[in-house]
């Protein structure tokens, strides 16, 4: 897949993470990673390159907030898209995830409407 978008999936549940791949694949060619926790999704970003990270907000270790804002202190990481996917459906979570500098904000149960009219313009 050489022209397949690099996309990160940070979810503690590994269940979540297949859904988003599964669902990221409909769209178009990827090719992802997974981590469970916002530090190993941080360990990844070292070593590699990606161009789209969907992340939930409550996770062990490091939350999805707590990863928002140290992925945007790191340049090669400013103008990577970074979509939350959480249970979180309060206005407040979600300005606060689109403050903290967040692409995008979807909410689980994900709805296949939203899911591709978020995720489709940023992988184009």
């Given at each position: ?6 996309v990160l999936i940070v979810d503690d549940s590994a269940v979540v993470r297949q859904v988003l791949k599964f669902g990221l694949g409909r769209i178009l060619p990827v ?94």
């Amino acid at each position: 897949m050489a022209d397949a978008k690099k996309v990160l999936i940070v979810d503690d549940s590994a269940v979540v993470r297949q859904v988003l791949k599964f669902g990221l694949g409909r769209i178009l060619p990827v090719a992802t990673q997974e981590a469970a926790d916002g530090q190993q999704a941080l360990e990844l970003a070292e070593r590699d390159r990606f161009d789209l990270i969907l992340c939930d907000i409550n996770m062990p270790v490091l939350d999805g907030l707590a990863f928002l804002a140290r992925i945007r202190e790191r340049p090669a990481y400013g103008s990577v898209p970074v979509v939350m996917v959480t249970t979180e459906g309060d206005l407040a979570s979600r300005d606060a995830a689109l403050a903290g500098g967040a692409s995008g904000y979807l909410t689980k149960p994900l709805q296949t409407g939203s899911f591709r009219a978020v995720l489709e313009p940023l992988l184009r």
